[in-house]
């Protein structure tokens, strides 16, 4: 099988974009039931490599793109430096920190206007009580934090070792009452060189 992109003279979309709404189109439709292979419904993860690096701008247009399909899809982007995702538009949040990939150093940032509630577990320096954020574009909530290190021996009462041996860092976000909606909160974790 293969794709049929068409050529597009549209300019007020960035390519990334243009790549992203034809990966929202080949995927199955909210209304459709969920498919045996995500039988839970969890929205799609899409993995972009190397869209990071090189002009600001450009960098920017990537995290604006992710922002705006977070409802539809989980973007993850990685280059050689860094990994960054959206977290979720309300609840929980998990990254798995895998010592081999990822290094310490991180930030948790927020985009937007509206106001949202923020707490994190697994930071050298944890947002909580719960942080109270009013967004504004790039305003930043936690940067050069720390991921902690893992355990070296899990707790008795757990039988996926694998799991508690590393870091779980979460991001737990929510809207504040009357406001409907939240900023979105972005998370990055440099890689390992």
Known sequence: PYIIVPITNDQDTTDFDKCLSLVKHLLPKK????????????????LVVGALGGRFDHTMAVITSIIRVRDDMRVVVHNASNTLFCCAR???TKFH??????????GVMVFGEAT??????GLEWNLGDPALVTGFLGMCLSTSNSILPPPTTPPLDVKDREDTLSSIVTIDTSPVANEGRNSAVIFSVERQT
Request: overall charge negative; hydrophobic content about 25%; proline content about 11%.
């Open 116 to 121: 949202s509630s923020v707490v994190t577990t």
């Open 31 to 46: 209304d459709e039931p969920s498919s045996s292979a995500n039988p839970k419904g969890e929205l799609p993860l899409v």
């Open 97 to 106: 920190h895998s010592p081999k990939i990822d290094g310490r150093s991180c």
């Open 90 to 92: 309300s609840g929980m």
